[in-house]
């Protein structure tokens, strides 16, 4: 199974929405999980990330992920979608089981339509 | 968050010539450093895990001889790409972790273009 799937490979939202960007993992054990958003030729910018504590957690720009652990979810999230928002979203786990380094999904373009 | 300057953004070279990849933390030491390699609408594969003053680890695959790491200081890492051929044509990211960081800081990636 994949350590971390983004099982949508786009996400469309009128502006003034809420958006969802939803990841799964299968790691053993306590992960850390992040989020990432990359524009355009750029490289990655972190968002925010769980690595214990209360399970919603909220990070730049508005946004803001859920970690549930008997889903094994952490999905991202943001009440009200601006069309900069718009961009490819990596969710990333890093776990013991993988030597403790970064593992990205596949990746998820959202595009907010005004 | 911390700052992590890659140079060049973008370089064209000719097949058969090396090119080198500079990775920066602006404001942090970082005693790990990763390179990643992306291909167009694909996720990032990592390609070797560098810490200041010790040999890469590469990832299974990745051609140490190619694609040559040094990381020599705790601010600085260099990616080159030796004897660069069309293949090699793809977006290079490096990220930055500080010893106890939970996080890594990517730079802006590079464009090359092997001609």
Request: glycine share 6%; charged share 20%; proline share 3%.
């Amino acid at each position: 199974a994949q350590s971390v799937a983004q099982p949508e490979d786009q996400v469309n939202v009128a502006e003034g929405n809420p958006l969802t960007v939803k990841c799964t993992y299968s790691v053993s054990g306590n992960p850390y999980l992040f989020w990432y958003v990359q524009y355009p030729n750029r490289g990655l910018q972190f968002l925010l990330k769980y690595i214990t504590g209360d399970n919603l957690v909220k990070g730049s720009y508005g946004f803001e992920a859920e970690f549930n652990k008997s889903q094994t979810s952490f999905h991202l999230k943001k009440p009200s979608a601006l069309v900069s928002d718009s961009a490819l979203y990596f969710c990333a786990v890093r776990a013991v089981e993988y030597g403790n380094k970064l593992v990205f999904g596949a990746g998820t373009i959202l595009r907010v339509k005004s | 968050g911390a700052v992590v300057s890659q140079h060049p953004s973008r370089v064209i070279c000719k097949s058969g010539t090396s090119v080198k990849i500079e990775c920066r933390s602006l404001d942090f030491q970082a005693t790990t450093m990763f390179w990643y390699r992306q291909f167009p609408k694909q996720s990032l594969m990592l390609m070797a895990t560098s810490n200041e003053g010790s040999k890469a680890t590469y990832e299974q695959g990745v051609e140490k001889d190619k694609f040559l790491i040094n990381h020599a200081s705790l601010t600085l890492s260099t990616l080159t790409v030796t004897s660069a051929h069309p293949e090699d044509s793809s977006f290079y990211i490096c990220s930055a972790r500080e010893e106890g960081d939970t996080e890594a800081f990517f730079g802006q990636g590079t464009r090359l273009t092997v001609v």
